[in-house]
């Protein structure tokens, strides 16, 4: 049996008064691409930074790679990657000293880490910009670059929040076809957070439907189209939300 990358229980944040993720439960096993998705204030970014420490839950417990995301923080840090949605980046550094100074941050220096620089570089077509500065960059590239410094630890689970935003057809179809790569040849465990419903029904296997912080549907992505009798994700996606506001008028 395939262990578990990552196991969430009754996982519930709170901001005062509003709920923004309600006892959500669910499992993500080791070298899936697992489709997170759900519309703009879903959920699905406050549940990300709950598992990385960045936000601590108001109730439930989860494990990443085996680890308490309360008490293990550091350790699942080194041991993951992340792109957060709308990724900033400082406008003054050059995509080679961004990238540097995100190595130095994991403590990580010297030529085997230069090496992995530029194998990076050239695998987002960032090499002939390595030194230009970020300031200039366009969304699809700043989102290269964001998608670089993900990878720099070469981490054994990474979270992705809206990756292809800002992408052109060409860009996003590299992107989603590198990421299927990364869990196929790599064993790297994905999280792909998003709300554009062709990506996942694009790479995704298993899936998850977040709506106003709760989960709606978790499981494959096949068995759950068949389940509410729809053929496209859009549709499985409109059935369960509309199904949702049903029960809660």
């Known amino acids: 049996m395939t262990e578990a990358a ?10 005062g008064q509003f709920k923004a ?36 839950p108001s109730s439930g ?23 957060p949605a709308n990724y900033n980046l400082p406008k003054d550094m050059t995509p080679h000293s961004f990238l540097t100074y995100i190595a130095a941050m994991f403590g990580e220096g010297g030529p085997s880490i230069e090496g992995r620089i530029a194998e990076l570089l050239e695998r987002f077509g960032l090499s002939a910009v390595a030194d230009k500065k970020l300031g200039g960059f366009s969304t699809g590239m700043s989102q290269k670059v964001g998608l670089a410094q993900a990878l720099l630890n070469q981490p054994r689970l990474l979270f992705l929040d809206e990756p292809t935003a800002g992408l ?8 989603l076809k590198y990421i299927q790569s990364l869990a196929q040849d790599q064993g ?13 029904e694009s790479i995704c296997q298993h899936v998850a439907i977040l709506h106003q ?16 009798k729809s053929e496209k994700m859009d549709d499985l996606y409109l059935t369960l939300v509309k199904g949702s506001k049903d029960e809660n008028p």
């Not at 052109?168 to 992107?175: A, S, V």
């Not at 989960?215 to 992505?221: M, T």
């Open 6 to 15: 990552i196991q969430l229980e009754n996982l519930s944040k709170n901001f």
């Open 21 to 56: 993720v309600e006892n959500v439960s669910l499992q993500i096993k080791s070298g899936d691409v697992f489709g997170f998705m759900g519309h703009n204030g879903a959920g699905k970014t406050t549940t990300l930074h709950m598992l990385l420490g960045l936000l601590k």
């Open 61 to 83: 417990q989860a494990r990443v790679l085996g680890l308490d995301i309360v008490k293990d923080t550091l350790k699942i840090r080194r041991l993951c990657g992340f792109l």
């Open 168 to 175: 052109d057809p060409l860009g996003r179809h590299d992107l």
């Open 188 to 200: 790297v465990t994905v999280l792909f957070s998003t709300h554009i419903l062709s990506d996942i």
């Open 213 to 228: 912080g709760r989960l709606l549907a978790n499981g494959p992505l096949q068995a759950l189209k068949a389940a509410h």
